[in-house]
């Protein structure tokens, strides 16, 4: 089976960006630079084609009650136009995937969830909803939409002005976190002020055949997933097959860090097991790591005490465009190295001093 593609591919291609295989699609990483899109983010705006983010919606009388099961935040709280950051766990709490859960205006009376699983994510979740809610026999409508919609990020201090100018202002009345449909360059769009840069911005879910029209509408430096990597990690925010994966890095909300998403009030599948964990802690926890000396932490470094003990690895890390530091994210022992103790990171062998920090490593 080739590699999926997003609606704007050839031109991304023509544009002369260079592409990667991720999550089974294949996306463009960089157009000019990595420095040069990371910085046009965090000083200006730039734009991302994040169309192979999976989307999943789901209706009906129990869809409430289906997304409050399968989810670890309170769905019940959102009203239409209110989204919310969840986890995906299974009966053990070890998260599955992370999502954005948007409540769109009700279908025929019935409340009706939109959820972004990540990339390659889409056809697993779309079974596990649909097999739960056939097990649980929920009445509710679970349609996997994710090649009906692209999905776009505008992102940086200047997105707000430019969302505005492209949509006659009706984005100027959208808040953080919250979202609705408004017409964009001409295109009804289901925009949302979110993002995954730690900027101000927007993204915009628009028909997958009108992708390039509202792509055109923002005079912007076009930005690949290079970009979208670093400025993540700045924020210290988890990257799904990186910071946590269910076989080769299986963490519960509570060690990455995201227990605030998990809500021990409703009845979720793991739930039982994260009430566990959030009595009994965590040996281990989700912390950053700023380099002292030369060299770029990376997935997979062990982090060690000055005797060469070990204290837990790494699962990202990069230099910072911003910081031009090198930084890293992972897990270390709860115990052995909070925030602020000097470890060591084994880069190729050589042992280099560093921090321990609680993420983010910017300000925002």
Not at 193 to 221: I, M, N
Not at 222 to 237: I, Q, S, V
Not at 271 to 295: H, S, Y
Not at 304 to 324: F, K, R, Y
Request: proline content about 6%.
């Amino acid at each position: 089976m080739g590699l999926r593609k997003p609606p704007l591919r050839e031109m991304h291609a023509e544009r002369d960006a260079s592409f990667t295989e991720f999550g089974g699609w294949e996306m463009p990483v960089e157009f000019d630079s990595i420095r040069t899109e990371h910085a046009a983010v965090r000083e200006s705006a730039g734009i991302f084609d994040v169309s192979h983010m999976g989307e999943i919606q789901v209706a009906g009388p129990d869809a409430t009650a289906l997304m409050g099961r399968l989810t670890t935040n309170d769905v019940s709280e959102l009203e239409p136009g209110d989204t919310q950051y969840a986890c995906i766990t299974d009966e053990s709490g070890v998260i599955l995937d992370d999502t954005m859960v948007f409540r769109l205006p009700d279908r025929e009376g019935q409340p009706h969830y939109l959820f972004i699983p990540n990339a390659g994510h889409d056809a697993e979740m779309y079974e596990r909803w649909v097999s739960h809610r056939d097990e649980w026999g929920l009445d509710a409508t679970v349609d996997d939409t994710t090649e009906e919609w692209a999905m776009l990020a505008l992102q940086g201090p200047e997105a707000p002005d430019l969302a505005a100018e492209a949509s006659d202002g009706l984005t100027t009345d959208i808040d953080r976190f919250e979202a609705t449909f408004c017409e964009v360059a001409g295109v009804r769009s289901f925009t949302s002020r979110t993002g995954y840069t730690g900027e101000d911005g927007f993204e915009f879910l628009v028909p997958w055949d009108e992708a390039e029209t509202v792509w055109s509408a923002f005079d912007c430096q076009p930005c690949g997933l290079g970009a979208r990597d670093t400025l993540r990690l700045e924020m210290g925010f988890l990257l799904s097959g990186e910071d946590f994966h269910p076989e080769d890095e299986p963490r519960n909300p509570y060690e990455a860090g995201v227990g605030w998403t998990v809500d021990l009030d409703t009845e979720f599948v793991g739930r039982d097991a994260l009430e566990a964990v959030e009595r009994e802690g965590v040996d281990e926890r989700f912390r950053g790591v700023v380099l002292q000396q030369r060299g770029v932490p990376r997935h997979g470094y062990e982090v060690v005490d000055a005797d060469g003990d070990h204290l837990g690895h790494l699962t990202s890390g990069t230099m910072s465009p911003t910081l031009n530091e090198p930084i890293g994210l992972g897990y270390l022992s709860t115990e052995q190295a909070p925030p602020g103790t000097r470890v060591r990171v084994v880069v190729r062998g050589e042992p280099k001093q560093a921090n321990v920090v609680t993420p983010p490593f910017i300000n925002r």
